[in-house]
């Protein structure tokens, strides 16, 4: 359909849905649009076309899609503020963190400054920190990318190298986040960009989320925090008080998405980096499994002394067993059972705990693929380890020059819907 807008007022359309600017002046955050070329928006995001010269849209709206047109422009005038403020800076290159709390516009803001600062002729990276609802990379990944064009949705770019942390929330990895965060940043540096934008993830509330936040700007040490103004940022605002910090608005007519949406959304990102995917055979012996549950996967001498002993006192024959530093690892065939008062008895003996999977419970776990540089490859599905013929089958684009396997916590189904973990 055609729907014409006049000029200062603005059309927010909810996803799924295609708009295309057939005559006059539009902008989705900061981005001016081109006649003719057609805008996607994804389920469970909005886009606020913001009309600059009377406008007529080709809009074609999927499944629950819905258009609704509003006065003035939904962009807040602080967010111009924010990135004029971000100009003036003189070093180079200038790092902006930007914080805000789930569904707070952080991805949105982000985009605005993309899209400002690139039609400025900058080179701009986007370092992605926001592991549930990341933009650029594939879910469960920090990541980067490096631009100097503008466009509507940060979806669009292609991640130029990641970092795999292989679960949806931050606060199950923190130091995985930060480490992972540290490297990447390191890392687009030496790409010389004039600014790089970093966006997080919406835990900021409790002293853990302080802590972990205040962690995080520590070592990213951005010139200039961009925090998206509520309440509850009010504690985590007051522990970076020796840090720049600039206060934004919350954009009024703001999206909120349900879990489910956020998880749909997710899995769009997973679609995206599995295109193409075929089961691809990797001997182990080929690859270094970091996980340290399976890294013993590869020794060739099988099981040791003290490894025998443990599985005799369990009274099984497993079919892979590591024991770490706080736990046994047990890996049985599917039907096979091990009796609960030796596991007991082992654990008290040992001080350990006694973990054990059935063969088949790594079917659907979410994996990542490094070459031999440590540089992210892509993901994968594991769709099983053949504990006999030491091969894993994983569902991937990555065809090639794979050196290091990652298995993580999140599992999907053979559609890449997310599968909830049992026990949470
Ligand atoms: N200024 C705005 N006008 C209209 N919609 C907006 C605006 N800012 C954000 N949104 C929409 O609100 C939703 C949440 O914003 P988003 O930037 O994704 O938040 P976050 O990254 O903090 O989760 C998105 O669908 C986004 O497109
Ligand atoms: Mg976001």
Redesign the pocket.
Known sequence: MHITIETGKTL?VDGPASVTLVSGKAEVFGYVLKQMSRVVIRD?????FAVKENATLEVSLGENATVEEVEGD???PSWEEAYKKLATLQTRPTIALVL??????????CTYLMNKLVMEGRKVAILDG?LG?SDVGPPCTLSYSVTTKPLTDLFNLEAENAYFVGVTSPGKALDKVIEGMTLLKDEVLKRSPDYVVV?TD?WVEGEDAVNYKVQLVEKIRPHIVFC?QNETLNPLLEALKNFTTLTIDY?Q???Q?NREKRKSLRELGYVKYLKNAKVQSIPISWVRIENTEFAGLNKTLGMTKREREICNFLGIKPLHIAELKNKIFVVIGKGRWINPEKIKETEETLGKKVEVLWKGGEEGLLTALYSDEKKFLGIGVLREIDYTRKVMKIFTPVSSGVSTVVIGKVRLDKNLREIPLAGG
């Open positions: 927010l469970g995001k909005r886009m606020p939904t962009v807040p805000g709390a789930v569904d707070s516009g952080k991805t949105s803001f926001d609802q966006n919406g998206i954009p007519t703001i999206k998405r």
